[in-house]
């Protein structure tokens, strides 16, 4: 069982440089999330999706771009990477809140941009 | 959104119970309780969650105070595998979104 698939798991950026996430869910789910996680704090939830085609903001929206083209692909993107953008991602998904509501993490994405 | 509060940090021993507290004392009527918990480098994981009654499961117990204005989590019997960062949130019935807190540092000695 696969779950939540992050891709990729580490990357190195310069000031500037563009780059995107992918995170991928083999369990039908409607709902995706992408959080970010600064050393020693909470998850921040970034951007969210109920389903195909849809995309909202959360807590801290600024600077990323989401795209769910697919019900099971999530995309983060990073136009014009900042250092302030060094952190680990976290995407996760769910069944709508009919259900637990229970969300399924992935194992994070650490990106520094130097 | 509802607020928690948590202690920034706790320490146990091994095989002994935890009580891991949570205060929400602006909880509304249709607020949700839930437990998440994150191992060290890992993505936080689902322990439990509850709306008014008392809940169990295999990882862990919810005991939801009669006016829910606080709840605690029971790890009846601690390993040195529960040391994690153990979050309490407050999710609205139908909300679409979970936002996570601080959480609560619990460390486990052997």
């Known amino acids: 069982n696969a779950g939540v698939t992050q891709t990729p798991k580490f990357r190195v950026l310069k000031t500037g440089q563009s780059m995107t996430l992918l995170c991928a869910q083999d369990?039908?789910?409607?709902?995706m999330y992408w959080y970010r996680q600064d050393p020693g704090m909470g998850l921040r939830l970034i951007h969210y999706?109920?389903?195909?085609?849809?995309?909202a903001k959360g807590e801290v929206p600024d600077g990323y771009n989401v795209s769910r083209l697919k019900k099971q692909n999530f995309l983060l993107g990073l136009e014009s990477a900042a250092p302030s953008q060094t952190s680990v991602y976290f995407c996760?998904?769910?069944?709508?809140?009919?259900?637990?509501?229970?969300?399924?993490f992935g194992e994070g994405s650490r990106l520094t941009v130097l | 959104d509802a607020k928690t509060t948590q202690p920034n940090s706790m320490e146990s021993n091994e095989e002994e119970p935890v009580h891991l507290p949570c205060n929400h004392s602006t909880i509304s009527g249709t607020d949700y309780i839930h437990w998440y918990r994150q191992l060290p480098s890992q993505g936080p994981e689902y322990v439990i969650h509850?709306?008014?009654s008392n809940v169990n499961n295999r990882m862990a117990s919810l005991a939801i105070a009669e006016d829910r204005k606080s709840s605690t989590l029971i790890l009846h019997r601690a390993t040195l595998r529960d040391a994690a960062v153990y979050y309490c949130i407050l999710r609205r019935q139908g909300a679409q979104k979970l936002v996570f807190g601080q959480g609560t540092r619990l460390t486990i000695n052997p």
């Open positions: 509850g709306l008014t």
């Open positions: 996760a998904s769910s069944f709508p809140v009919g259900n637990t509501g229970e969300l399924f």
């Open positions: 369990m039908n789910h409607e709902y």
């Open positions: 999706s109920v389903g195909e085609g849809t995309t």
